[in-house]
């Protein structure tokens, strides 16, 4: 049997404690030393050695560990020096430091969890109220809860006055919760539904409480939610998955050419430690250096334009996996709606109005049928029940109290009433307030030189406290007729999902009274609901147009969240809506099951959600997940991708996510997807982009070995590129054009195509093909220029035939960047001008090989000559051929893909 099962009386004799008295000091002592502390506890933390070290378990990562150790040596045994390598080496560790940063960052959800608890809690021991350290709490103890407590432990419920709790940072649901001690349950009840228990972390809003400590640290609800936080283990990103596949592809390359080089030289009787040489700088080439180092830049980037779409990413990897998701499981409160309940109805008895405006803005009308705006006796006192019986206070269209009765004092301004001077102008006079037994609030107020009683409540409560209707001005018995008219209106309300008021009122002249809830007068109702956000149904429409399913998740009622998807277009015909209520005896396959066919999911639980993403991850599916209480934290950081809300979110949940929105807002994670998409594709481009160099630059040298007959100079083979103008090229002339393609702002029709596959590779079979056809493209030209520099331009020598290829495979290099911007479009269908940073790279990297060929010490340094003018024209209109090949490459772009 449950705690909310049971009785006040069982639970004292269970605890063997008096309500009266409290625990004794001993006991307190033997209870802790038996139950242990009430405090949340974590798994020993990772030592920033121990992050370090896992940042080299990436293929990628080990193969450029390979190269920077092979460079050094080889640097060491050639003379040549140690730069090479030490470059690699250094890209490495930099890219490590980040991740360990990052990963730190990512790692403090269970310490902001551990802030929420209260420092301190009153409780009764030896018969006497004392104030400790929340940590000394334990099973038994009698605690006292007011207005503005934390609860400190998981409590039943002894006495209760006018109880109200926050509990969104536990069930996400922003209204506060009635509580009664005097309930007890029967049936098993969702937690969200346990109105005699309080919570660990939820704040007393309203009222006063007497309870008993039923759980203590890890066994509180807040407890078992750090449970599940604490077990959830972070898995790869997809991108972090495709380059570790893309990884061992290009391991396998490098092994196989260096062998083939190696064959070839030992067979053509070239020196045995020179041929080795050889073929380990070609396999240092064929590794594209300055790849982990783009990606990072270009994440980064795409994080800070994320920001100008009010999403702060947290993980540079959540950039690119944003593009690939293929759900995203959204709260409701807040992030599809506005979080401000709103009047959508009023009813004078005679007529249904729909009222304008949205939210806690001023600005609307009540309108009749015929859109026209209305006044009427009863409409008029409604206003008044809404100005004057209520308790919140609005000031710059934030309210502070209740949201329901800031919706009634945003109604009453909408109907043409101030809320300045409200006190002087109509002073009160006496108040019921509102309670969980009678569930109706009334305020008597002076209103013209006379007290009116004004009620307000839930109408088939208030009806029964009236005996007499009001319709225009005249005022008659209540009669069973119109008994059974209000109460279908009020269900006909309800069914839309609407929480229902109704309104009534009588004069007296005995204010003081305490019995002026009997012979009133009913006027009307009016029916609120928290709205959708305006931008919401078009965001839906654009994700489902993106081949994105959106599921709405969420700790408020069935019907309300029906309702809302409904009318966002979530809830699709056929599929289903369920409630935490309905998988409670389900099994794992039946759960399954039903998740794959629901749009909603209602009174959730943290476990419910986790179990959700799950599920949806265990399909293939690349989940975000959005949340902002403790409640959501689980799940935020099991998922793909966790979107916590910047504005109403815990800090918990913030912790435990990857991106955070600014401004609340759904439209604003479509945004975020959006530019995810473009990354990955800008990523895909500058991948090709940069591997096809490699290709080019080390068929350069196969080809000229296998055809070392054409490739001589004075009667010897030779290497057309030495290591030194491979590491150039990789790191110098290739980085900036590769960063530039990171900048493209996207293709047209990016969110009309459905999400990638989760097992997508990034150079997959035709697009090897297509790395392969431009990598030969600028092989071809490179040589080309490589045989003019040696047999056709008179008085050349091997140092200007080598500054010739060397100049061609830049150029050749530089103009492809162009072609690259686009993978279907040609050069005649792009504006030219429209990366500016392409522009620029092209520019810089044009100079810098300029300053490299024409000042002598540098020239030195590279082995290289300066060239005539002719050579240079020469050597550099080559570079237009692979541009041309890359071009050919888009005629089967479409069927290739």
């Not at 972090?240 to 592809?249: G, H, N």
Request: charged share 20%; net charge negative.
């Amino acid at each position: 049997m449950e705690n909310y099962q049971k009785t006040t009386e069982a639970i004292l004799q269970e605890q063997k404690v008096e309500l009266k008295k409290g625990l004794s000091s001993s006991e307190v002592l033997a209870r802790q030393e038996k139950f242990g502390k009430n405090e949340l506890r974590e798994k020993k933390k990772k030592t920033f050695f121990q992050m370090f070290l896992e940042q080299f378990k990436d293929f990628l990562v080990i193969i450029l560990l390979i190269a920077a150790a092979i460079s050094i040596v080889t640097g060491i045994l050639t003379d040549e020096g140690m730069v090479d390598g030490l470059v690699i080496l250094a890209i490495v560790i930099l890219n490590a430091i980040l991740g360990v940063t990052q990963e730190q960052k990512a790692s403090n959800a269970l310490a902001a969890l551990k802030k929420m608890s209260s420092p301190h809690a009153k409780v009764l021991r030896d018969g006497v109220v004392k104030d400790v350290p929340s940590t000394d709490l334990t099973l038994g103890d009698i605690v006292y809860l007011e207005t503005g407590d934390y609860v400190a432990a998981d409590i039943r419920l002894l006495e209760s006055t006018n109880l109200k709790l926050d509990e969104s940072a536990l069930t996400g649901e922003s209204n506060p919760v009635e509580k009664d001690a005097k309930i007890v349950y029967e049936e098993d009840r969702l937690l969200a539904e346990r109105y005699n228990l309080a919570y660990m972390s939820t704040l007393v809003s309203y009222g006063k409480a007497v309870g008993i400590v039923t759980e203590i640290g890890m066994s509180t609800e807040i407890g078992k939610i750090a449970t599940l936080l604490d077990a959830v283990e972070e898995g790869k990103t997809p991108l972090q998955k495709t380059i570790d596949a893309f990884a061992k592809v290009l391991g396998f390359i490098c092994i196989g050419v260096s062998i083939i080089v190696f064959a070839l030289g030992v067979l053509q009787g070239n020196d045995i430690f020179e041929i080795f040489l050889t073929a380990i700088a070609l396999a240092v080439a064929a590794i594209p250096e300055g790849l982990t180092a783009v990606i990072t830049v270009v994440l980064a980037l795409g994080m800070q334009r994320m920001v100008k779409r009010h999403a702060i990413i947290k993980n540079l990897s959540t950039v690119e996996t944003l593009g690939q998701a293929t759900v995203i499981c959204s709260d409701k409160t807040g992030t599809l709606t506005q979080n401000e309940m709103t009047v959508r109805k009023v009813f004078d008895l005679t007529n249904d109005y729909d009222v304008t405006g949205s939210g806690y803005d001023t600005k609307g009308q009540v309108l009749s049928a015929n859109k026209e705006a209305v006044k009427t006796s009863n409409l008029d006192m409604i206003y008044k029940v809404c100005l004057l019986c209520n308790d919140a206070i609005m000031e710059d269209q934030k309210v502070l109290g209740d949201p329901t009765e800031g919706a009634l004092l945003v109604l009453a301004q909408k109907g043409g009433y101030n809320l300045k001077g409200k006190n002087e102008l109509y002073p009160q006079a006496n108040e019921y307030s509102f309670d969980s037994t009678r569930k109706m609030m009334t305020s008597i107020n002076m209103v013209d030189s006379e007290y009116l009683v004004l009620t307000k409540g839930a109408t088939d409560q208030l009806i029964k406290q009236c005996n007499r209707i009001q319709i225009g001005d005249e005022i008659r018995a209540l009669t069973k007729k119109d008994i059974k008219m209000i109460l279908d209106k009020n269900d006909e309300y309800s069914a839309q999902a609407f929480r229902v008021l109704g309104y009534a009122y009588q004069k007296t002249t005995t204010p003081e009274s305490m019995d002026l809830e009997n012979d009133l007068i009913f006027v009307g109702m009016t029916a609120m609901i928290d709205p959708p956000r305006p931008e919401a149904k078009a965001s839906i429409e654009a994700c489902h147009h993106a081949g994105i399913r959106v599921m709405m998740i969420t700790g408020d009622h069935l019907m309300t969240a029906k309702a809302i998807a409904s009318e966002l277009g979530i809830l699709k015909p056929g599929h289903l809506a369920l409630s935490g209520e309905d998988t409670l005896k389900m099994s794992d396959e039946e759960f399954e099951d039903a998740i794959m066919n629901c749009d909603v999911f209602a009174r959730s639980t943290p476990k419910d959600k986790i179990r959700i993403v799950e599920v949806l991850q265990k399909h293939g599916e690349i989940v975000a997940m959005t949340g902002d209480g403790v409640n959501d934290s689980p799940a935020l950081k099991q998922a793909d991708i966790g979107v916590a809300m910047g504005i109403t979110g815990t800090e918990v949940s913030k912790e435990a996510s990857n991106m955070i929105l600014t401004d609340d807002n759904f439209s604003s994670i479509v945004s975020a997807v959006e530019e995810g998409r473009i990354i990955y594709s800008n990523i895909r481009k500058f991948t090709i982009y940069l591997i096809s160099c490699n290709i080019g630059e080390i068929l350069v040298i196969f080809l000229a070995m296998l055809l070392n007959f054409m490739f001589t100079f004075d009667g010897e083979a030779v290497i057309p590129l030495l290591a030194i103008h491979l590491l150039w090229i990789n790191l110098m002339t290739d980085a900036f054009p590769a960063f530039a393609l990171g900048m493209e702002k996207g293709e047209k029709g990016i969110m009309d195509q459905a999400p990638r596959k989760t097992n997508e590779k990034l150079l997959n079979k035709p697009t090897l093909v297509k790395v392969f056809v431009q990598g030969f493209g600028l092989a071809l030209a490179g040589l080309t220029s490589f045989w003019l520099g040696t047999h056709v331009f008179p008085e050349a020598d091997l140092a200007q035939a080598r500054t010739m290829i060397f100049v061609t495979i830049i150029f050749g290099e530089l103009f492809r960047t162009y072609a690259a911007r686009s993978e279907s479009k040609f050069l005649f269908q792009m504006k030219p001008f429209d990366n500016k940073y392409v522009n620029m790279s092209v520019f810089f990297s044009a100079s810098m090989l300029m300053l490299l060929v024409y000042i002598p010490p540098f020239a030195s340094i590279f082995k290289i000559e300066a060239l005539t003018l002719l050579e240079l024209i020469t050597a550099a209109s080559l570079g237009i051929v692979p541009m041309l090949f890359g071009e050919l490459t888009k005629i089967w772009h479409d069927k290739i893909n």
